[in-house]
């Protein structure tokens, strides 16, 4: 099981709880990032987000950046919207990470987008939601399972490229791509017939209940002929670690409280209510917040329904500390990991 980390940025807070420069947000994640590499997380993810409040808008910058300040840890997309970007620069960015690197360190993960903001912002319409996603997608594999620089393909959403150079190729040939949901059948569907690991977004609710999607995905798989080794699970969800359960409560719930009243004036969503918060936190719930202990076991406990073979925690919004932050990151990979090993050897 592999156990790391994923971030949006996170903006730092003023005393009076505006916002500071966004650019501290980005360094912020850069030096989490590195932290992680050092003390031994697998796996980094960065989100592609477009809000004062998450300003990581650009995961390839970041990737390539991190990739030449890390040595070990899987750096990955988490993810990256193709349906509102041009999957050749998508492609272009991760594969010049990759090569800064070293190679075999980088991976996409293609979302469609739970956040719409970046529609009007590159001038997409939401009509065009599904099929948007669909011809990318297609797109993005079709450069990745080149077996050269040159590809060739046509569409509806983008002009055709016929025969031209697609550069740099990833240096091990092709980049992992996985495929980013929060628990759509179709999506699990698709990521099977086309042979992707799917990566499942968890943010609420019970996570045990995604377990019919992941037999439906393997399912699908397995129906298409595509081999076991690439069928792969990965779980997001939020969660902290501190060294006793209260401390992680009381650190990562201010950050919660404000990300869901930022929701609500954005998206309409009603107030946000500590009985749900309790509710999440407390087993089966879907927040991961607690002492090692208590996150390794919900990890192995959901590892028991979905086979999931990386699971990876946000935690970093509303202005949390960094301190707290690279502690939870510390735990995660020297306290966590370790007890997922052994909870997971004993089974």
């Given amino acids: 099981m592999q156990i790391g980390a994923y971030s949006f940025g996170d903006t730092p807070l003023n005393p009076d709880g505006s916002f500071r420069n966004t650019a501290e947000g980005i360094r912020t994640l850069f030096d989490a990032i590195v932290l992680a590499d050092r003390v031994g997380l697998d796996y980094f993810g960065i989100g592609e987000h477009h809000t004062v409040s998450m300003p990581a808008s650009s995961p390839g910058a970041l990737i390539a950046a991190a990739a030449a300040a890390t040595d070990r840890i899987i750096l990955g997309s988490a993810a990256s919207i193709i349906s509102t970007d041009d999957p050749v620069r998508v492609f272009q960015q991760l594969a010049t990470a990759d090569a800064v690197s070293g190679g075999g360190r980088v991976e996409i993960t293609a979302g469609r ?28 594999m079709t450069i990745n399972n080149s077996p050269t620089e040159t590809v060739s393909w046509s569409g509806s959403v983008r002009p055709a490229i016929d025969a031209l150079a697609v550069v740099p190729r990833p240096v091990n040939g092709r980049l992992p791509i996985w495929l ?64 006793s359960k209260a401390e992680a409560l009381e650190r990562f719930y201010p950050g919660w409280h404000t990300l869901n009243v930022e929701m609500g004036r954005l998206r309409g969503w ?77 089974k």
């Fill in 270 to 346: 009603g107030a946000p209510d500590r009985r749900q918060f309790d509710a999440q936190v407390a087993t089966p719930g879907a927040y991961y917040v607690g002492d090692p202990d208590d996150v390794a076991e919900r990890i192995v406990h959901l590892h028991g329904y979905l086979g999931h073979m990386r699971h990876f925690l946000q935690g970093d919004f509303g202005g949390l500390p960094p301190e707290h932050l690279h502690e939870s990151l510390t735990l995660l990979a020297t306290e966590v990991k370790p007890r997922v090993a052994r909870l997971l050897a004993a």
């Fill in 113 to 140: 987008g739970s956040s719409v903001e970046t529609f009007p912002l590159f001038g997409h319409d939401l009509a065009d939601y599904d099929r948007l996603y669909a011809e990318k997608l297609d797109l993005l």
């Fill in 180 to 243: 980013a949901t929060g628990g759509n059948a179709a999506s699990s569907a698709r990521a099977g017939r086309l042979g992707l690991p799917v990566s499942y977004g968890i943010i609420g609710g019970e996570p045990h209940r995604f377990a019919p999607l992941t037999e439906l995905y393997r399912r699908s798989a397995a129906q298409a002929g595509h081999h076991t080794e690439n069928v792969k699970v990965s779980v997001a969800t939020f969660g902290l670690v501190a060294p």
